[in-house]
């Protein structure tokens, strides 16, 4: 029988997140949906409806998570062994690095985005990067980027540092509400392209749930491969779309 797992969703109210949430739950597995507000919660319940597995609903606002000692207090109630972040605050630093500290947490699944890089992928073609990152990065999605790159390099060092934590960071390009379909993961072929919200939920219901996956990040389109067997080739080919970073140099 499958191990079951208990998994702490933070920014449950998201779309990504309504998505995953019945997905883990037809495993039979208990999930914590991490909700801002008490008009949420209805949603987030009829959620499991008629799943095996266990939901609960913790009101609980990331803003107010200001330190990683607060992050603690929230993940030692809770008693996850898995976290997954699909909310859009620096709380997600706080988050991480507690995470770090609590040997029964396994796994951080980080939803970010393709573009959140310092540099283009070496496998991009010239110029691409180049445009992307002064029209996005750098213009309409600027604060945005600035949070999502911290959180994605310090889970990223995080997790090579640690001896129990694995930080998976997956990275969507632009969601789509289209159903959930074929993929392209890993190291795209370009940074520009799209993802529907239905096939990211699919791909990190996946990546909690397939055996001996590493620290990596990995970048996703929609594409021709199905969700399991891309992330059995990335998991088994060692696959990190980090490369070309200065913290992919930096494994320990």
């Excluded at 055996?211 to 891309?230: H, I, M, P, R, S």
Aim: net charge negative; glycine share 8%.
């Amino acid at each position: 029988m499958a191990a079951s797992h208990h998994v702490l969703l933070i920014g449950g109210h998201g779309k990504v997140a309504q998505l995953l949430t019945p997905l883990l739950l037809k495993r039979s597995w208990t999930v914590t949906s991490m909700i801002r507000t008490d008009e949420q919660a209805p949603a987030i319940e009829k959620l499991g409806s008629g799943l095996p597995g266990k939901l609960n609903v913790l009101v609980r606002s990331v803003a107010e998570v200001s330190t990683q000692e607060r992050a603690a207090t929230i993940l030692n109630d809770v008693k996850p062994d898995y976290v997954a972040w699909s909310a859009d605050r620096d709380a997600a630093v706080n988050f991480v690095r507690a995470a770090a500290d609590i040997p029964s947490i396994e796994r951080f699944l980080l939803v970010s985005y393709a573009g959140s890089r310092r540099a283009g992928a070496p496998w991009w073609p010239q110029g691409e990067w180049d445009d992307y990152n002064e029209s996005v990065n750098h213009g309409s999605l600027a604060t945005y980027y600035k949070a999502k790159i911290a959180a994605d390099e310090v889970l990223y060092e995080t997790s090579k540092k640690s001896s129990t934590l694995v930080g998976i960071c997956l990275r969507p390009a632009t969601l789509t509400d289209e159903p959930a379909g074929k993929v392209e993961l890993g190291k795209t072929a370009h940074v520009k392209g799209h993802a529907s919200r239905a096939s990211v939920a699919a791909v990190a219901d996946a990546l909690l749930a397939v055996d001996a996956v590493k620290n990596a990040w990995l970048d996703l389109q929609d594409g021709t491969e199905d969700v399991d067997a891309a992330v059995k080739r990335c998991v088994e080919d060692g696959v990190d779309a980090a490369e070309g970073e200065e913290i992919f140099g930096s494994k320990m």
